[in-house]
């Protein structure tokens, strides 16, 4: 007796142990759902090898930014130069540099301790607060506003050009969640919630917001989808049965897959949230393919337990291969060298290889104890027809009218990738209603530059304060200007030339460097304040250039920075200084844009390799792997050119999801060409054999990308551009690999009669141009 007819014989012969020992372990993993935690970390996310994340870390470290945020402040009517919005401006600013963790020196506005004015007083320098008490008067507010405008660098920042918004920059230092960041800031406007003002925020940490917003969603629609793909499965199998036992090894697998992700620390974050969506599907998948040859069992047999034995079988090898595909290709994501998307792979790989494992397990013996379906349900209807008109186009012509049809489709996807748009502003994925959105929206009507990029100078100590070094950031600064990215920028040159006017009034342009290093050394140490801890360290080893940028499309930013490093290379520091670019905002947006999207693509190839290899050691045939990856490679082209004509971006959204649509087609593929294998060996004719598979395992196959389709198309009617992807883009991709798998591939195989199908035998044949035996069935 086969070893797993014997194992199969077991798993029915001591049902009520092993349903006992999966309690047992159900119980264990899940308990560990008691240690999960939902965390939101920007930081996840981000690509830890990319250069431009690691100069932003460097940044950060001495300067801070990662938790920057923009309040602005807008009276309802008129400009912000009165006294009431002033005082405002005033208690919001010390407010804020009493919060927890905030860095002291970034807090920034008309009334903040590291912004100064500075005034030639008797031959030296008086540097004082910009604002040290709110003016009354007309007279003072005048003053103050003419002292605004008196200094380029500060002009335009803390009040906006339409003089309509005064704004409140203020940062935190690394550890604290975006959540306490975002509320820590919003809790500035609570006490003049009666007050003629509106308060708006702005900053990186609002996208956490966005993110836990669209969990929350996520949250409601799982239910959803859970009950869309069971009305699908039970449209499908027509019984009761036939939709409760998929669905128990969906939610059984998916309670496995979270406890795992509890036991073993990985949290809960903006990538894997999805994770238990992809799992009911995958797993009602996987039990959808046994159940449909359990039926074909019980019908034949007519012995319920028999039925099981052989279904398990049968089933068990191409279950086997198809999950630890699945399973495989999600855990090479481990690989990819950024932590979220590493833990969103393992925790798919988790539950697929859960829903494998209770297969083989639990739902044999489940099924043994169960009453047999008092009737399998005949085929008809829409699906008879579809499988009737595929298995005659495959026979007609050598299916040359499915090889033309595909060449179609594929040269309208190759057109359409040629106008494929990439990247774009990363507001796209928040809602156009949602906070985040709707503030950033309002402060960008006063103040466009709300994206950053840093750049880093790193030389010897004392190195800040030389007139090779401001020299070459002052002018690294106008050639960032010539950009119609860039709104402003600034610099510890900003703060000289500052100083530079007030020493030299009389200077036909008194707003400049100075000519000598004497002189720079003289003005740093005169006019030596707060502000400048915003751009130099304490040891004047390295000074941060800021530029604030009108938006974070990659497509943009990417060339502005490719921009400056050639400025750079053809205009070096001074010796021993090093000019790192870039960080920021912007920067780490295109790191993880290009990282994400290209390491995606590049997962997509990996994905395919290993099915190609795993397929290939099942099937035991070289050849075999290729046939399973054909209907993915049809696909993911096909994916590309809807990316194309329909203009959705290429991204790190899209790309993501091509990714998984390919670790989810493989299934198909598999499950045909096993049961193509046997039905051949059984069978007369190619013609039969063909049918027959058509007819029950593509049955499954057409039922289950159906009921993965309609599951995810859930989220198509979400607000989130993220889940819109997944609700628009993965039915595509069921409807494509599905309907490759059961025309193009075993067109394929009818035309090149590979011998792990038909035989060596047949093989050397149909290679003398001997006819094949479908001939012999006509």
């Known amino acids: 007796m086969p070893p797993l007819e014997r194992y199969a014989r077991f798993l029915t012969g001591h049902a009520w142990t092993v349903l006992v020992a999966v309690g047992v372990v159900t119980a264990a993993l899940v308990a560990g759902m008691g240690r999960l935690r939902v965390s939101i970390d920007i930081e996840a996310s981000l690509p830890a090898n990319h250069p431009f994340v690691q100069i932003d870390h460097q940044i950060r470290r001495e300067f801070g930014g990662r938790n920057t945020m923009i309040v602005a402040i807008v009276p309802r009517d008129g400009e912000v130069w009165r006294s009431d919005v002033l005082r405002v401006v005033q208690e919001v600013t010390l407010a804020a540099l009493r919060l927890p963790d905030v860095i002291a020196p970034n807090v920034v506005s008309l009334a903040a301790p590291s912004v100064r004015h500075a005034e030639e007083e008797g031959g030296t320098i008086r540097v004082d607060y910009l604002m040290r008490d709110v003016p009354e008067t007309p007279e003072e507010i005048a003053t103050l506003r003419a002292r605004l405008d008196d200094d380029p660098a500060l002009r335009g920042v803390l009040v906006t050009p339409d003089q309509r918004a005064a704004l ?14 975002v509320a820590r800031t919003a809790s500035l406007a609570e006490p003049y919630g009666g007050r003629p003002l509106a308060f708006y925020f702005a900053g990186e940490p609002m996208f956490v917001m966005a993110s836990l917003e669209q969990s929350r969603e996520i949250a409601w629609r799982i239910p959803l989808t859970f009950l869309v793909i069971a009305g699908m499965l039970l449209l499908s199998f027509r019984s009761v049965q036939g939709m409760l036992v ?77 999950g630890s595909t699945a399973a495989l290709g999600f855990a090479s994501l481990a690989l990819f060298g950024v932590r979220s998307i590493g833990n969103f792979g393992l925790s798919c790989a988790y539950g697929i290889a859960s829903a494998v494992l209770l297969e083989m397990t639990f739902i044999p013996a489940l099924r043994a104890l169960l009453p047999a379906p008092r ?10 027809w579809v499988l009737s008109t595929l298995h005659a186009a495959i026979f007609h012509a050598g299916g040359r009218r499915i090889l033309v049809a595909t060449g179609l489709a594929l040269a309208s996807a190759a057109l359409g990738a040629l106008f494929i748009r990439t990247y774009g502003s990363t507001r796209e994925y928040m809602p156009p209603d949602s906070m985040a959105r709707v503030h950033l929206a309002e402060i960008e009507k006063h103040f466009p530059g709300t994206i950053t990029m840093t750049i880093l100078y790193q030389g010897p100590p004392g190195s800040a304060r030389t007139l090779g070094l401001v020299r070459h950031l002052a002018a690294l600064q106008d050639e960032l200007a010539r950009d119609p990215l860039v709104l402003r920028t600034a610099s510890l040159a900003d703060l000289v030339k500052a100083l530079h006017k007030t020493f030299n009034a009389d200077d036909p342009q008194p707003y400049r460097l100075p000519d000598s290093q004497e002189l720079l050394a003289q003005l740093m140490f005169l006019g030596e304040s707060p502000a400048f801890e915003r751009f130099t360290d304490r040891a004047l080893a390295k000074a941060v250039l800021v530029a604030y940028l009108r938006d974070d499309d990659s497509a943009r930013v990417g060339p502005l920075v490719r921009r400056a490093q050639a400025w750079v290379d053809a205009h070096p520091p001074p010796e021993g200084v090093r000019v790192l670019i870039a960080g920021g905002v912007g ?71 091509i990714a998984m649509a390919a670790g989810i087609g493989a299934d198909y593929a598999i499950y045909f060409l096993y049961r193509l294998r046997e039905e051949h060996a059984r069978l007369p004719t190619d013609e039969a054999a063909f049918g027959a598979t058509l007819h029950t395992s593509g049955r499954a196959v057409l039922f289950v990308a159906a009921s993965i389709g309609a599951g995810f198309s859930v989220m198509g009617f979400s607000k989130f551009l993220g889940l819109q992807l997944f609700g628009t883009l993965m039915p595509i991709a069921m409807a494509v690999s599905c309907l490759a798998a059961l025309s193009l591939m075993p067109v394929l195989v009818l035309r090149t009669r590979p011998a792990f199908v038909f035989g060596r035998a047949a093989k050397e044949a149909a290679g003398r141009g001997t006819p094949p035996r479908a001939a012999a069935g006509r």
Not at 249 to 271: E, F, Q, R, Y
Not at 303 to 310: G, K, L, S
Not at 633 to 655: K, N, Q
């Open 587 to 657: 920067p780490t947006i295109l790191a993880v844009n290009e990282h994400t999207t290209h390491g995606k693509l590049l997962n997509t190839l990996v994905v395919l390799c290993v099915i190609y290899l795993v397929s290939s050691l099942m099937l035991r045939s070289a050849l075999g792997g290729l046939y399973v990856v054909s209907p993915i490679v049809a696909t993911v082209a096909i994916l590309f050119g809807v990316l194309g004509w329909t203009g959705i971006r290429l991204d790190m959204g899209s790309a993501s999801v």
């Open 168 to 181: 409140v920059l203020l940062d935190f230092y690394d550890g604290v969640s975006g959540q306490d960041v």
């Open 375 to 384: 009737r399998v349900p005949a085929e008809g209807g829409p699906t008879r």
């Open 246 to 322: 998929p669905m128990l090894t969906a939610t059984l697998s998916t309670l496995w897959g979270l406890g795992l992700m509890g036991w073993t620390g990985i949290v809960i974050d903006g990538w894997n949230v999805a994770v238990p969506i992809l799992l009911i599907a995958v797993a009602a998948a996987h039990s959808a393919q046994m159940l449909k040859r359990y039926g074909e069992e019980v019908e034949r047999t007519r012995d319920n337990r028999a039925a099981v034995i052989a279904a398990t079988v049968s089933m068990g090898p191409v279950m086997v291969a198809a």
